[in-house]
């Protein structure tokens, strides 16, 4: 994870049942936007495009996942599962103006 990374905003735990829909297809957040996926319970399936090759990785009940600003990604998820996600971006620095 790159230096000076820090969580700006956290959805709430999302389960099978009640998943936004828009996580289930491919989706990217904005230029400079990390996503940090945890699994509290099951299993999730995210599949991550980067320069068109698809990777699918597993993630069971305490395991994260970091994705990199702009990947295309969607998740799969198991009966059972239950996950959130952080975004996390880079602190501004003292000397940076907001106007930028």
């Known amino acids: 994870m790159p230096e000076g990374l820090q969580k700006y905003r ?28 945890h699994v509290t319970d099951g299993r999730i399936s995210l599949h991550v495009v980067d320069d068109d090759v698809e990777r699918m990785h597993e993630l069971s009940s305490g395991e994260e996942y970091l994705v990199a600003p702009m990947l295309r990604h969607r998740v799969a998820l198991s009966e059972d599962a239950v996950f959130h996600i952080e975004f ?4 501004p620095e003292a000397n940076d103006d907001p106007n930028d």
């Open 10 to 37: 956290e959805t709430p735990p999302f389960t099978a049942s009640d998943v936004p829909s828009g996580l289930l297809r491919d989706h990217a957040t904005k230029e400079g936007v990390w996503a940090r996926v």
């Open 88 to 91: 996390l971006r880079k602190a």
